[in-house]
Structure formats: C-alpha cells, structure tokens
C-alpha cells in the first residue's frame, strides 16, 4: 500500500509538473492557429472547444506518463487527436447543424488521423460550413506524423480503428433531433451488445465516447516487443469498463446541465440516483480489477483512480441529490481515491484544471 501511494505522488508531480505545460503548450499553438480560420462559425467552434474542454486534453496527457513512452511526442499526439474530437464535437452540437450525412464525413477525421499515409477526406462535404484554412486537415496530419514510427503499430491498428469508428458512430447518431437519435442510438448499439453481456445499451454507448482507450492502445505500441495477446488484454479492460467509467462519470456531472439544455445524457437512463450508483461502483471495481490484469497495473490503476478523483473534484458532483452519491462513491473507493480527490480539488482552486 505504500509503495502504492508514493507511485501515485510520483505521478501526480510529474503529471502537473511536467505534462501540464507540454499540453498548455499544444493547446496554445493550436489557439493560435484556430483564430486565423477564415469562415466564422467554424473559427468559433475551434476556438471554443479549445477554451471550455482543456481538461480533456489534460486527462487525456496522463498517456504521456506510460513507461517507455517518448513524453513530449506522446502529448503533442494525445492534444492534437483530443482537439479533433474536441473541435467536432463542437461541430456536431453547438452550430446548428442536424445533417446525419454532414456528422459521417467529419468525423472520418478520427479513423484517418489513425491510419498512416497520405488519407484525408473531404470532412466539410456534406457540411455548410467548409473553409477551416487547413486547420482540421493539420490536426489530422499531426496525428498520422506520430502513429507512422511506431514500433508495433501494426498490432494495434485495427482494435483502436475500431474504437475510433465506434467514437464516430455515437457522435454521429447522438447529435440528431431529439426525435430521431435514440431510436437511431438504440438502433446502432444492438448490434454490438451480443459481444458485452454484462452492460446494457447506454453503457455501451458511453464507453464508445472515450478516447482513453485508444491513447493506451498508441501508447502500447512504443514498445517494439509488443505482443498481440497483449494488446488484446489492454482493449478488453479498456472497453467497456475504463472507457465506460470516464465517460458515466462525465455524464453523471452534467446530469442537470444537460436535462436543461434538452442534451442526451446517457447517465439519465437508469431508474434513479441509487441504480447509477450501483452501476458506477460496478464500473469502478471491474477497472480496478483489469488494471491488476495489465502490464504496469499500478499505473492503470492510478488512471482509473484518477478518474473518479478528477470527476468528482468537480462541484457539479455535489449538486442537490448528487452530493449523498457523490461521498458514497468515494468512501467505496478508499483512501487513493480520496488522497487524489483532495489534490484535484486543489487544482481545481488553483484553476489548473
């Protein structure tokens, strides 16, 4: 337990200390270039998307901290690919658009920027606003640079391909008329639920919106001995539990943001508070217990940990009813969880996350 804890220390430095500015660092490059997109609408969604969601890339960065993984290339990939998402994300839901057709072709974006080689579509085709001066084309290409030296990208390629087409299909389907998504969602997540028994369609449809599980996988690929019963391991304990953990608990503290806002929110389909609970602590224990399955399960514990800290720092957690679950869900996790939650609320009123 104490080698545990002061891993964890170890990491939370370096994590603040040395990847925070590297990503500050990439999100300010990209700023600049974001504000130099000549059509209007799509000039403030890329600068938006930068501004409002920085902590993802910033969650996002801990990837850097993978043993063996060049830290500084690894950031400029995982803030590039994050800003992607990120970007259209925006795209898809805050600029009036509602063409199904228009959310396919930009988000090709996310398989391309995987897949080495001169690949880019025409990402604005279908989509009313086109002239980004380059700028999502540039994203893309970042990405590509990174994942062509990699030593056993080969043995990744098509499991985070697949996560990746998964992200673009929920995007896609998610940002629809009110009317038409979950009949398109549920539609869309039948065909996979076969393969995950253990999880109902919603769940699966959160694990689909997270991109952790695709760093790991780029991540895993440094090493040159990479082996395929490996890489397996990692895409089985990644999706859908740790993927699903990250995005639940995202959805769990905008509950009423988006219930508001008439947004989707995957988290609003359970029977109540105290069926999302058990549902989270069922996410949280099935994490814990792959990351022991992991090469490094120390540090894939930590990420899951840091997880539930990160999330839970936030003080929509402690909103109304929320604020009972929210103790509960920590007390569960036990003393690493709450030695991070305290760090982060730290950051949090230090704003630097």
């Known amino acids: 337990m104490l080698k545990q804890s002061f891993y964890r220390i170890g990491i939370l430095h370096r994590f603040v200390n040395k990847v925070f500015p590297q990503v500050e660092a990439e999100l300010k490059r990209y700023m600049r270039m974001a504000e130099k997109i000549p059509a209007p609408v799509l000039k403030t969604q890329a600068v938006e998307s930068i501004k ?36 259209l994300d925006n795209l898809c839901d805050r600029a009036k658009v509602e063409d199904e057709e ?10 391309d920027a995987l897949m080495p080689g001169e690949v880019f579509s025409d990402y604005y085709e279908r989509y009313p606003y086109k002239n980004d001066g380059g700028y999502l084309r540039l994203l893309v290409a970042e990405c590509k640079a990174f994942i062509s030296d990699l030593p056993s990208y080969a043995i990744v390629r098509e499991k985070i391909l697949f996560l990746a087409r998964l992200y673009s299909e929920l995007q896609t389907y998610k940002h629809l008329v009110p009317e038409v998504r979950e009949c ?18 919603w769940e699966f449809a959160a694990a ?10 780029v991540a895993a690929a440094m090493n040159p ?3 395929g019963l490996e890489a397996w391991e990692i895409f089985h304990s990644y999706f859908p539990w740790i993927c699903g953990l990250h995005i639940l608990l995202d959805y769990y503290i905008d509950l009423d943001e988006d219930e508001a806002n008439g947004d989707l ?9 105290t069926n999302c609970l058990e549902r989270l602590k069922v996410f949280y224990k099935n994490s814990q ?3 022991t399955k992991l090469r490094y399960p120390f540090f894939h514990s930590t990420v ?25 869900l920590l007390d569960y996790c036990g003393k690493n969880t709450r030695m991070m939650h305290g760090f982060c609320c730290w950051l949090r009123k230090k704003k630097r996350i």
Not at 60 to 83: E, K, N
Not at 102 to 111: S, Y
Not at 265 to 273: E, T
Not at 304 to 328: I, N, W
């Open 52 to 87: 409002k969601k920085k902590f993802h890339c910033q969650g996002g960065s801990v990837y850097a901290l993978y043993p063996g993984v060049p830290q500084r290339d690894m950031v400029r990939f995982i803030v590039s690919y994050q800003t992607i998402s990120d970007y």
């Open 102 to 111: 228009a959310f396919k072709r930009l988000h090709l974006a996310m398989t």
């Open 184 to 201: 398109r969602m549920t539609g869309w997540y039948e065909n996979y639920l076969g393969y995950f028994p253990e999880i109902n369609g």
């Open 208 to 217: 689909a919106g997270s991109t952790l599980g695709i760093f790991m996988l």
């Open 225 to 227: 001995d990479l082996e």
């Open 265 to 273: 929110n995957f988290v609003s389909y359970y029977a109540n508070l």
């Open 289 to 291: 217990n792959e990351a």
């Open 304 to 328: 899951v940990d840091g997880l539930m800290a990160m999330y839970l720092s936030d003080p929509k957690a402690f909103y109304g009813e929320r604020s009972l679950v929210t103790e509960e």
